[in-house]
Each structure stands twice: as C-alpha cells, then as structure tokens.
C-alpha cells in the first residue's frame, strides 16, 4: 500500500511563502511522477502543478505560474511545492498524488494514490 503525506500547510498573510511536502513510500517514489491539486469546500478540484519522474519536465496551472515551483528528491522519496507571493484565493485543503503514467497530467484521474491533504489558509 503506497502512502502519501503532505505536511507544511499553515495560516499565512497575502504575500507570503509556504513549503509543502509530500512524503512517500520508501522504493515507490521514483517509478512514478507526482502532482499537486487543491480543493475549496462545494467547488471542484483544482489541478496546481505536475512533475515528471525524472524532474525535468513540469506543468502548472495558469493561476500558480510564477509564484509556485515544484520539485522532487527520489533519493528522499519527497516532492515539493515551494508557495511564495500566495494570495486569499490560493486558500484551500492541497493534496499530492501519483501518476504511475509518468507524465505531467493535470487531470485528477490520472492519478492513483493520494496524500490525506493539508490546509493552507492565506489572510489578506
């Protein structure tokens, strides 16, 4: 059983930065690329940001390029979501997964194991 877990959610103020990570399974990590999505209580979820196998080879969403990056350590078994100049409407519960297709999807579906989630709250 592959499991994923975030930590590094948080309350901040507009303008300021947040680290994700995504820890998983030891041995797993690295045969498959990895995403992040994000969810508002009764709206849909929201694809933020894709990373190939080899890191390489990323895709974000219009309203996170720029100010989010994403990265990946195979040795550690860990991804990334480095949040900086984060805004109110980028408050949300953000979620990790795994893509054994090994591509940068930016659709939910393609993805087969999944974190618990954390809460990041951005204030204005």
């Known amino acids: 059983q592959i499991q994923l877990v975030e930590s590094g959610g948080g309350d901040v103020q507009a303008g300021g930065s947040l680290r994700l990570s995504c820890a998983t399974s030891?041995?797993?990590?690295?045969?498959?690329?990895m995403g992040w999505f994000r969810q508002v209580p009764g709206k849909e979820g929201e694809f933020v940001a894709a990373?190939?196998?080899?890191?390489?080879?990323?895709n974000y969403a219009e309203s996170v390029k720029g100010r989010f990056t994403i990265s990946r350590d195979n040795a550690k078994n860990t991804g990334f979501l480095q949040m900086n100049s984060l805004k109110p409407e980028d408050t949300a519960v953000y979620y990790c997964?795994?893509?054994?297709?090994?591509?940068?999807?930016?659709?939910?579906?393609?993805?087969?194991?999944w974190g618990q989630g954390t809460q990041v709250t951005v204030s204005s």
């Open positions: 997964a795994l893509d054994p297709g090994g591509y940068t999807n930016d659709k939910s579906y393609q993805y087969n194991y």
């Open positions: 030891v041995g797993t990590f690295s045969r498959y690329s």
């Open positions: 990373i190939s196998i080899s890191g390489r080879t990323t």
